[in-house]
């Protein structure tokens, strides 16, 4: 019998939802993307209405896994429509939101090194129950959210495809068989406008619903070009999310499209979108001898001009082009009841495209510009059967398939100060070096994941997964020339002085892996207030494509070998122990998580040098390959306190992370290691080392700690504006919210360098305040976000004769705003 809308019958309701915190407490990939596999469930998805994530947050504290849960109240409160919003209410958790081609962290872990389009991600990101694999799907504005979550350890004994650290799981919204309609605007500094449509009801009662949900994000840039006036770091966005909603007697079916695109000021160059110039170059090799000239002495030389300016936030371009991103998918789940069994089938498809453009040069100058296009085919289907819940013994199975294809275009092109620059004189304005890298990937998977709950206290969770994938990768590099007074052998040999590589062919690639994945999570619930939990899991990743793979060559251009196209499988193993506590009859929330991850096969760059040129001289080579050994380990809280004072409560999450190399020897030297070794050396000359060892020392860029605290406050005010009409004849709610993201110090640069560089501890502050219609039909405030204007650098180097020192450049600036809602109907 079917289900009225807005209604649920309560013993249904217990049936599908109360025995799910006991099955989800056991599952080693107990992140909640677990717990939307198990929401497909027919009689749970008949629910109507808008969702705003509280059921998943309470849910929360019930798992035994450390999750943290933002809810679309908050982020519509605080508005968190990015994923480096989202990340300061998370300490474990960061993003880099300058670029799609850099992913999310978790654990200080993401992809790893290498072009990344060919690499699988310890990390996962799902979206309304898709794995999508590619990290330029996280790229955009998620502005029809329904929550937020994190869930950490091996994933994929029972949902979507594997994972080693962790996932990212972000919800949307369903839509409604109550017609509603809301828009928002939002005004801001640097101009930017931020308007929001979501409109959703029935199209047959009871029967089929829609809703649909746009976006569009602009503003002036923070930093300004000097020459055309381009505004860098600036916001132009746009995405519309359209969705139908069919409900039946015993099947419910949902179907999604998603366009979102991009084209901004973000990705130029030589000062792009991780580095700009702040100072004339000052390296010193650990030798203790000089570069024969700085960058700015250089500049003087080769081109006979001076530095414009060192200044990293007025950059001198002499052309600004835009950096283009887009994304469609589409995806469709339908879920069936068979019996008391619920058959869940989603099938899915993305595509991402990216296109950046560059200039050519700061201070005026056309030498060169480096650019990567990348194009990417995603499709996944996955059929799953889930028991009913509430029995001693609950089991979820299924089987996952998934084909991606990556297109890498990379190009380097030359400009009208090249030929002066690198000394060629046949490097001609136009001349460019094309390299066309492919990886594909087919994975297919079946999963089994059962928990038998023993007594009411104890209960253990066994999942399986056993995935074989075919990884696929070349690498295609070819020139373009043009006729001219220069042959094409003049042509090639000076692309190649100037960074180019020639004309090469790695042939195609093929590598399979079959690999498991395995979990136990055991729970014991000690009394209604404390649970206590344990976790030992096995994940496992398929090697890396390294898209980039290029022939290794001697000073005289010989052909001496190949890089390797495709990296060894990376090996995981998890092991957590931790407790979810509750105090003072639910109002304190206090969770506690310890962790440690040991990492076989890290992929990331390495220097080989096995090859020697004539002289027996080895060739020193950096390329994508593994370290042999990494840990991770650490400990997380979370929780939230409503105070005895109504209307108030406080959130709270910190981390400790110490993320380390154990055992990696050759690892790649820093900059200021490579120095030149003459001619006929003199007696005694130390030359440079091909490798240093990197063995048990911490990361960079990854805090050892890190806090969020947040406070929210609202306090009724009855009908303040019934004076101005009857429209405003309401009762209206005052809110208060902030948010303050800490962080330690972080280190910047290899331990090994000369001149080291932290960053300091920062906190970034975020706040606002305003009123609300009781009904919600109004709400109006006002914001600031990064109250203090905290910007520290991301990265650091002192450059060398013939790049100057770089900074990278640092998160947006304090930014502060208003915001009205209106619900249309």
Same mark, same amino acid.
């Given at each position: ?241 359209? /969705? ?83 994304? $469609? ?34 201070? +005026? ?43 890498? $275009? ?80 003049? /042509? ?84 957590? *122990? ?20 040991? *990492? ?35 400990? +997380? ?189």
């Amino acid at each position: 019998m079917r289900v009225a809308p807005g209604s649920l019958d309560k013993r249904r309701r217990f049936g599908a939802r109360a025995p799910r915190a006991a099955l989800l407490a056991g599952v080693a990939c107990l992140s909640l993307d677990i717990a939307l596999a198990q929401d497909a469930q027919v009689d749970d998805v008949r629910v109507t209405g808008a969702r705003d994530g509280t059921q998943r947050q309470e849910q929360a504290t019930k798992q035994p896994r450390p999750i943290v849960v933002v809810t679309s109240k908050t982020a519509e409160r605080e508005h968190l429509d990015r994923l480096t919003d989202l990340a300061q209410k998370v300490p474990n958790y960061r993003v880099d939101g300058s670029h799609p081609r850099r992913p999310a962290t978790i654990r200080g872990v993401g992809l790893g090194a290498g072009t990344g389009d060919g690499s699988e991600s310890d990390t996962g990101f799902v979206v309304d129950n898709v794995f999508w694999k590619n990290f330029g799907f996280q790229w955009g504005d998620f502005v029809d959210l329904e929550s937020f979550e994190i869930g950490l350890g091996p994933q994929g004994a029972a949902f979507g495809k594997n994972t080693t650290v962790g996932n990212i799981v972000l919800r949307t919204q369903l839509p409604s068989f109550e017609r509603k309609a809301s828009f928002e605007t939002s005004f801001a500094n640097y101009n930017r406008i931020i308007e929001k449509l979501n409109v959703t009801g029935p199209i047959i009662d009871d029967k089929l619903a829609y809703r649909v949900a746009f976006y569009l994000d602009k503003s002036d840039g923070w930093i300004r070009d000097q020459v055309t006036g381009a505004g860098y770091r600036n916001d132009n966005r746009w995405g519309v999310r359209g /969705q139908l909603y069919y409900v039946g007697d015993s099947v419910t079916d949902r179907l999604i499209f998603n366009y979102g695109r991009s084209a901004e000021y973000s990705n130029i160059g030589a000062c792009s979108s991780t580095v700009c110039a702040f100072g004339d170059s000052f390296q010193l090799f650990a030798n203790g001898s000089l570069p024969a000239r700085t960058y700015s002495q250089t500049l003087a030389q080769r081109l006979g001009r001076p530095v414009l300016t060192f200044d990293p936030f007025k950059p001198y371009f002499t052309r600004t082009p835009t950096f283009y991103a887009q994304q $469609h998918n589409v995806s469709n789940e339908a879920n069936i009841q068979l019996g008391e069994n619920t058959l869940s089938l989603i099938s899915a498809y993305g595509h991402f495209r990216l296109q950046p453009r560059v200039p050519l040069g700061n201070q +005026e100058l056309s030498i060169t510009g480096g650019r990567v296009d990348s194009y990417v085919d995603q499709f996944s289907q996955e059929i799953r059967l889930a028991s009913p819940k509430e029995q001693a013994l609950e089991w979820t199975t299924g089987v996952y398939s998934m084909y991606e294809y990556v297109w890498n $275009h990379n190009l380097t092109e030359f400009g009208s100060d090249a030929a002066a620059w690198f000394g060629a004189p046949a490097l001609l304005n136009g001349l460019q070096n094309n390299r066309d890298g492919k990886a594909r990937t087919f994975h297919v998977a079946a999963y089994g994941q059962t928990t038998y709950h023993v007594d009411e206290q104890l209960a253990l969770t066994f999942g399986l997964r056993d995935s074989y994938e075919i990884k696929e990768g070349s690498n295609f590099s070819w020139e373009q020339i043009y006729p001219n007074q220069y042959s094409l052998a003049q /042509q090639t040999a000076a692309i190649r002085s100037g960074g180019g590589q020639g004309f090469f062919d790695t042939g195609g690639v093929s590598k399979t892996l079959n690999s498991l994945t395995g979990v136990f999570n055991p729970q014991y619930r000690i009394d209604e207030h404390i649970l206590i939990f344990g976790l030992v899991g096995r994940g496992e990743k398929a090697g890396a494509v390294n898209t980039a793979a290029q022939p290794i060559l001697d000073g005289q251009n010989n052909f001496k070998g190949w890089q390797p196209v495709i990296t060894k499988p990376e090996v995981s193993w998890d092991y957590e *122990i931790g407790a979810k506590t509750t105090w003072l009859d639910g109002a304190l929330v206090a969770n506690i998580n310890f962790y440690w991850n040991d *990492i076989y096969n890290f992929q990331t760059n390495l220097t080989d040098t096995s090859y020697k040129d004539s002289l027996g001289q080895p060739i020193r080579t950096t390329y994508l390959g593994t370290a042999n050994h990494v840990q991770l380990r650490g400990v +997380e809280i979370d929780g939230r306190w409503t105070t005895p004072l109504e209307g108030l409560s406080f959130n709270y999450s910190g981390a400790r992370t110490d993320a380390r190399w154990l055992d990696f020897a050759n690892a790649a030297t820093p900059a200021d290691w490579l120095w030149s070794t003459p001619t006929n050396p003199p007696a005694g000359f130390l030359s440079a080392p091909l490798t240093l060892s990197r063995s048990n020392s911490r990361w960079e860029l990854v805090p050892l700690w890190s806090f969020n605290v947040g406070v929210n406050y609202e306090r009724p005010l009855g009908p303040l504006f019934r004076d101005l009409g009857e429209w405003a004849d309401r009762s209206v709610t005052g809110f208060f919210y902030a948010n303050a993201a800490w962080q330690d110090k972080v280190q910047l640069t290899d331990p090994h360098a000369v001149f080291q560089y932290w960053t300091s501890p920062y906190t970034r502050t975020n706040l606002g305040f305003g009123l609300k219609t009781d009904d919600e039909r109004y709400a109006l405030s006002v914001w600031v976000k990064n109250l203090f204007d905290n910007r520290p650098f991301t990265a650091w180097a002192p450059g060398n004769a013939t790049t100057p020192a770089t900074i990278g450049w640092p998160n947006d600036p304090r930014a502060f705003g208003g915001t009205m809602l209106v619900k249309l109907y």
